[in-house]
């Protein structure tokens, strides 16, 4: 499913080695270490009578952390595999006539939204599915946002914000010809602790802002002119570089699906329980619990012990025989 919704060539790259097996490479490797310890952990507790190597928590500790650390990066490179090949849902915002539209245009390399100097040309959400590098973005060009008695403009500037509330990402708009106005302050407050980058537009006019003022809402400030297309490539590799993608490599393990996260979520939780109890002092059985249930999980990732729930999702959801 992921080859027939992957969009762009790295995106086909990523899908087929979810087919290939790396993914399946790495969660082995981990589900193996965990297994030895699990099953050195059970003979020991469970035949005390035998003469079977005693199971030390200073031992496991390491493999356990080793193992997270793993599962944790495979969840890190989920998000930039998912702005890769789902592409990432994007809105541009900013007050009117900072330049939104012609960003729009610039990225999409057509004449998508209309661009005039009349403030409040836009009122419907303007939509295009653009390739930036190696990122796919879903954007959606929107109203200027500012306080209006016009019907229509409000209308805009109200789906203007509703986008914004959903977007993943934002790419806020200032005209750096000007100095910052309270729209634009309102704008950088409501950015704070979202996904975004900052462009300060028209870089070909004297600057009235600077970096340092939009720093302290939004941690990425690209200097750019959307009208001659100057600082395109600033933009790209700070886009790469917020969404993780700047050293995405396609040839990686990586996990294709919601599901598969789950399971690695799961998976790590369950790690992390295992180490908080060997560090407690809790008994041996106590941490075997913690093993058993990450082992289950990954196992369920790599399709080995396919619970209920997840045949009867595989059946609802792909055309295969009963
Ligand atoms: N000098 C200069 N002018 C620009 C630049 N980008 C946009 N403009 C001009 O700014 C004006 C507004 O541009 P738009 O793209 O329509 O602005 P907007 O933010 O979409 O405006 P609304 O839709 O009204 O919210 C137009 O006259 C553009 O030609 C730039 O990089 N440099
Ligand atoms: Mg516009």
Redesign the pocket.
Same mark, same amino acid.
């Given at each position: 499913m992921s080859m027939v919704s992957a969009q762009g060539e790295q995106a086909a790259k990523a899908a087929l080695t979810a087919l290939d097996g790396a993914l399946s490479r790495e969660i082995h490797a981990v589900t193996d270490q965990i297994v030895a310890c699990a099953a050195g952990i059970a003979a020991w507790v469970d035949y005390p009578d035998e003469d079977i190597e005693a199971v030390h928590p200073e031992n496991l500790r390491p493999v356990f952390v080793q193992a997270s650390q793993k599962l944790q990066g495979l969840l890190d490179r989920f998000d930039a595999g998912q702005a890769v090949t789902q592409g990432v849902d994007t809105v541009i915002v900013?007050?009117?006539?900072?330049?939104?539209?012609?960003?729009?245009?610039l990225l999409s390399g057509t004449e998508r939204?209309?661009?005039?100097?009349?403030?409040?040309?836009?009122r419907d959400v303007v939509e295009q599915t653009v390739r930036i590098g190696n990122l796919v973005l879903h954007l959606s060009?929107?109203?200027?946002l500012r306080g209006t008695d016009d019907p229509v403009e409000r209308i805009g500037v109200a789906r203007a914000r509703q986008r914004m509330e959903r977007a993943v990402l934002l790419l806020a708009?200032f005209?750096s010809?000007e100095p910052l106005t309270g729209e634009d302050l309102e704008l950088l407050e409501s950015c704070r602790g979202r996904l975004a980058l900052a462009v300060l537009?028209? *870089?070909?006019?004297p600057p009235q802002v600077q970096p340092e003022q939009i720093l302290p809402y939004i941690s990425q400030v690209v200097c750019? *002119?959307?009208? *001659?297309g100057d600082g395109y490539e600033t933009l790209r590799d700070a886009l790469t570089r917020l969404l993780g993608t700047d050293h995405f490599d396609p040839s990686a393990a990586m996990l294709a699906n919601a599901r598969q996260r789950d399971c690695c979520v799961r998976g790590l939780q369950s790690l992390q329980e295992a180490i908080a109890a060997l560090d407690s002092g809790m008994t041996l059985d106590a941490v075997n619990v913690c093993a058993d249930s990450c082992i289950d999980a990954l196992l369920e990732l790599t399709g080995e012990k396919a619970a209920d729930a997840v045949v009867a999702e595989v059946f609802a959801r792909f055309c295969v025989g009963k």
């Open positions: 900013g007050r009117p006539n900072v330049g939104k539209s012609t960003l729009m245009n939204s209309i661009v005039t100097q009349i403030p409040g040309t836009t060009d929107t109203a200027g708009v005209d010809a537009n028209k *870089s070909d006019c750019l *002119s959307a009208q *001659s």
